[in-house]
């Protein structure tokens, strides 16, 4: 299934701003907006995007020398708040959009959380697919590997490589 470890890069923070929305709620334009501050005033940061979309905007900013973390989590991005190293400040983007325009999107966006949601279903049943043949290939060459024999060839090849060596000048 989907997995992420988010609260273990938190660790040395002291101050975890928690962006709380779904899509449309603009969680990756406010992160954005603070990396270019953050860079503006000459601070390095760490930057992670979402792996759904590597090239897109920041899903998460780390300031280490602040020991500050914006994160944005949404139901795709969960974030374990039991596992994080000081209470965060929750900001829910729904409370502060303007509710007009969402109430026009929202079914749109609900369709669209649906076949992502079945589209990462699909993804996660191929890759279980494509283990279970990983595994089932691996049944036949892996009885016949003698792990011994090859160290010991390797061992013999860095031998003789010394050995050529040191038995060689170059020069220079």
């Known amino acids: ?19 709380e929305g779904n899509a449309g709620t603009a969680a990756a334009k406010i992160m954005d907006r603070f990396l270019e501050s953050a860079r503006y005033r000459g601070f390095d940061g760490e930057v992670w995007h979402c792996p759904m979309d590597p090239e ?3 899903e998460h900013i780390i300031i280490p020398k602040l ?3 914006m994160v944005s989590c949404s139901k795709m991005h969960p974030l374990k708040e039991d596992l994080l ?3 965060p400040r929750i900001v829910r983007l729904e409370r502060i959009m303007d509710p007009a ?3 026009i999107r929202k079914d ?3 369709d669209s959380r649906r076949k992502m949601e079945d589209l ?8 279980a697919a494509a283990k279970e043949e990983h595994d089932h290939l691996e049944s036949f060459y892996i009885p016949t590997m003698d792990f011994e024999a090859v160290e010991e060839f390797r061992r ?7 050995s050529n060596s040191k038995n060689k000048k170059t020069a220079f």
Do not use: M, N, T, W
Not at 156 to 162: D, F, K, P, S, Y
């Open 56 to 58: 897109g905007l920041p």
């Open 156 to 162: 013999e090849v860095a031998l003789q490589i010394r």
């Open 85 to 87: 190293p000081c209470p």
């Open 67 to 69: 020991k500050l973390a």
């Open 101 to 103: 325009p969402r109430d």
């Open 1 to 19: 299934g989907f997995i992420s470890h988010i609260e273990s890069l938190l660790e040395d923070c002291k101050k975890i701003y928690v962006f």
């Open 120 to 127: 990462l279903k699909a993804a996660i049943r191929c890759l």
């Open 108 to 110: 749109i966006a609900e």
